[in-house]
């Protein structure tokens, strides 16, 4: 085997076990063996202050994560965070729905906007299987000020939408979700 081939070999089996979906270059796949600390408390078991938390049901636990579930549309439960100008973000979560669908979207924005927005990208449409994956969206700041990154679906008729594992990190690569930071 080339070494070429050995490196795309190693880059697809990193992309596999650390769950990323994007091509991943050097500096990436070290990242993903140093990886960034969450910017988020409580996400073990949505503890602390989250908005929003009183319009999901718990419904068990995902790698040792408490998960939500939710089948009304909109209202994504969220932690405000502040975020700084210059600096890139990404946001990311587990999530499965009852059926699959195209209709669901990460929102960063925050439910309220007065004045400007920290960001243009304010939402990411994603693809939701039935099976649990981890999806993730980078945005850069062009201003400070506060987001509040959550998961929505945006029509009805897809049963429920679980959720847990939710991470902020700086950069533009979503790292493994890990106990380090305010993650805890």
Known sequence: MSLSETMTSLMNSARKHFEVKQKLSIPNLINLFNPNPN???GIKDFSGKWVGLDQWVED???K???VLKKSTL???CYQEFQVEAGKTYTFSAYVKQDEASNDSSIYILPTSVI???PTKDSNHSIDVTTDWQ???FSFYCEYSGTIDPRLEMNSSGHGYMYICGYKLEEGSLATPLTELGGGN
């Open 74 to 76: 909109w209202n994504g």
């Open 64 to 66: 040792g994560l408490k």
């Open 39 to 41: 910017l988020l408390t």
């Open 115 to 117: 004045g400007t927005a």
């Open 60 to 62: 068990g636990a995902y």
């Open 134 to 136: 981890r999806v993730s």
